[in-house]
């Protein structure tokens, strides 16, 4: 017998969810779904993490460059610049740099994916707590990231003495007066002559320097030019050894073969005023210096000439010299009386900060740029005795 079982109706078409799903679909799309979801995910989180690291690297090379520059590293610090400093570099070497300070804090303050540049801030702390802050502009080069003008410029002019002492580095300095000399300065604290030179204290306070700023480390903008070294006084207490070397040189002049006709000789007499009264000094020169005069130092660089560096000296108490000069047809004798003072002699200091006495003229020289003391020899201001 042959049971006939009848066509089962349709119905209406069913689709997911409704329709109930076989199950090895439902375990594909369970296998699927996840995959899909963590590689999209993988995908945006490869993007955000090459991203982050494209905009941490001109911040790290602002931190290297700093961190080669505190450490004295200076060829590293210059290889992360892009360009060669426009100033004079003889103070970018590791002598002249100190570790007496430290980075606070570094941040992007600008940068894009699409564009060529990056601007990193940094904070700097030195002596005294005195913070610096200031802004880097850095270019991708390569593979790299440079610094672009990262040098701080540190301009002097009318030293005292004829070098420059930065962080104990002794650099000696060839410069007319009135003319400046600029130097690039790495970041970092720059203390000028910690090792004064001799009748000299240097009291200022050290540099900060850190891109375009420089300060000093009370937090006070560093004057430029000049005054950077308005910090020199002379030592109190030292004028007596002054005045023992000026004794010494005043002796020294007598004893030459010339005597005081010798230049630099401030005797205030010449041979031809003598001769205009009709006397001579004869062959024997009979000079003696009854009172010395005493003298301090002054910082007026710009009144020396052809020595270019040095302190002129200021007469405090002037000196008195005498001699004999005789009547030549009848052989009367006069004794005549000279004011010693120290104009036109200077302090004149070498590289190692000591200082002679002399004048502010090259005897050698066949002309003067400007007339000084010792110009067609020294004014006369004796009067008989």
Same mark, same amino acid.
Not at 277 to 299: H, K, V
């Given at each position: 017998?042959?049971?006939?079982?009848?066509?089962?109706?349709?119905?209406?078409?069913?689709?997911?969810?409704?329709?109930?799903?076989?199950?090895?679909?439902?375990?594909?799309?369970?296998?699927?779904?996840?995959?899909?979801?963590?590689?999209?995910?993988?995908?945006?989180?490869?993007?955000?993490?090459?991203?982050?690291?494209?905009?941490?690297?001109?911040?790290?090379?602002?931190?290297?460059?700093?961190?080669?520059?505190?450490?004295?590293?200076?060829?590293?610090?210059?290889?992360?610049?892009?360009?060669?400093?426009?100033?004079?570099?003889?103070?970018?070497?590791?002598?002249?740099?100190?570790?007496?300070?430290?980075?606070?804090?570094?941040?992007?303050?600008?940068?894009?994916?699409?564009?060529?540049?990056?601007?990193?801030?940094?904070?700097?702390?030195?002596?005294?707590? *005195?913070? %610096? #802050?200031? $802004?880097?502009?850095? @270019? +991708?080069?390569? =593979?790299?990231?440079?610094?672009?003008? &990262?040098? *701080?410029? %540190? #301009?002097? $002019?009318?030293?005292? @003495? +004829?070098?420059? =002492?930065?962080?104990?580095?002794?650099? &000696?300095?060839?410069?007319?007066?009135? $003319?400046?000399?600029?130097?690039?300065?790495?970041?970092?604290?720059?203390?000028?002559?910690?090792?004064?030179?001799?009748?000299?204290?240097?009291?200022?306070?050290?540099?900060?320097?850190?891109?375009?700023?420089?300060?000093?480390?009370?937090?006070?903008?560093?004057?430029?030019?000049?005054?950077?070294?308005?910090?020199?006084?002379?030592?109190?207490?030292?004028?007596?050894?002054?005045?023992?070397?000026?004794?010494?040189?005043?002796?020294?002049?007598?004893?030459?073969?010339?005597?005081?006709?010798?230049?630099?000789?401030?005797?205030?007499?010449?041979?031809?005023?003598?001769?205009?009264?009709?006397?001579?000094?004869?062959?024997?020169?009979?000079?003696?210096?009854?009172?010395?005069?005493?003298?301090?130092?002054?910082?007026?660089?710009?009144?020396?000439?052809?020595?270019?560096?040095?302190?002129?000296?200021?007469?405090?108490?002037?000196?008195?010299?005498?001699?004999?000069?005789?009547?030549?047809?009848?052989?009367?004798?006069?004794?005549?009386?000279?004011?010693?003072?120290?104009?036109?002699?200077?302090?004149?200091?070498?590289?190692?900060?000591?200082?002679?006495?002399?004048?502010?003229?090259?005897?050698?020289?066949?002309?003067?740029?400007?007339?000084?003391?010792?110009?067609?020899?020294?004014?006369?201001?004796?009067?008989?005795?």
């Amino acid at each position: 017998m042959v049971v006939r079982r009848d066509k089962p109706d349709p119905g209406a078409a069913k689709r997911w969810p409704d329709a109930p799903m076989q199950a090895r679909t439902r375990r594909r799309i369970a296998i699927a779904v996840p995959l899909i979801l963590a590689l999209a995910a993988g995908i945006y989180t490869v993007r955000w993490v090459h991203t982050d690291r494209q905009a941490s690297e001109p911040v790290e090379a602002v931190r290297a460059l700093l961190e080669a520059a505190r450490s004295g590293n200076v060829d590293a610090a210059l290889a992360m610049t892009t360009d060669e400093p426009q100033d004079a570099t003889d103070l970018l070497v590791p002598e002249a740099m100190s570790a007496d300070w430290e980075i606070l804090d570094l941040g992007l303050q600008s940068w894009s994916p699409f564009t060529d540049y990056a601007y990193v801030w940094a904070t700097v702390k030195g002596p005294n707590g *005195t913070e %610096l #802050t200031t $802004e880097f502009s850095l @270019v +991708p080069v390569g =593979d790299d990231w440079k610094v672009e003008d &990262p040098f *701080t410029t %540190l #301009t002097i $002019e009318n030293l005292p @003495v +004829p070098y420059l =002492d930065v962080n104990g580095f002794t650099l &000696p300095v060839d410069t007319e007066p009135y $003319e400046g000399l600029d130097f690039a300065l790495l970041p970092g604290v720059y203390q000028l002559y910690e090792h004064a030179p001799e009748f000299l204290a240097y009291e200022a306070e050290p540099l900060l320097a850190l891109g375009d700023r420089l300060v000093k480390a009370d937090g006070a903008e560093a004057p430029l030019l000049g005054e950077a070294f308005e910090g020199f006084t002379a030592v109190e207490g030292d004028e007596p050894e002054l005045n023992a070397r000026l004794t010494a040189y005043l002796d020294e002049c007598l004893a030459s073969p010339d005597g005081p006709e010798s230049f630099g000789c401030p005797f205030g007499l010449r041979q031809r005023d003598i001769d205009n009264l009709d006397f001579t000094l004869g062959d024997d020169n009979r000079w003696e210096i009854i009172e010395y005069p005493q003298a301090a130092a002054s910082g007026f660089g710009g009144a020396i000439y052809t020595e270019e560096f040095g302190l002129g000296l200021l007469t405090r108490n002037e000196g008195r010299a005498r001699v004999t000069a005789v009547d030549s047809a009848t052989g009367e004798e006069l004794v005549l009386e000279c004011p010693i003072t120290t104009a036109g002699l200077y302090l004149v200091f070498d590289t190692t900060g000591e200082y002679t006495i002399g004048p502010n003229q090259d005897p050698n020289a066949p002309t003067s740029p400007t007339d000084t003391a010792w110009h067609d020899g020294y004014e006369s201001w004796c009067e008989a005795a």
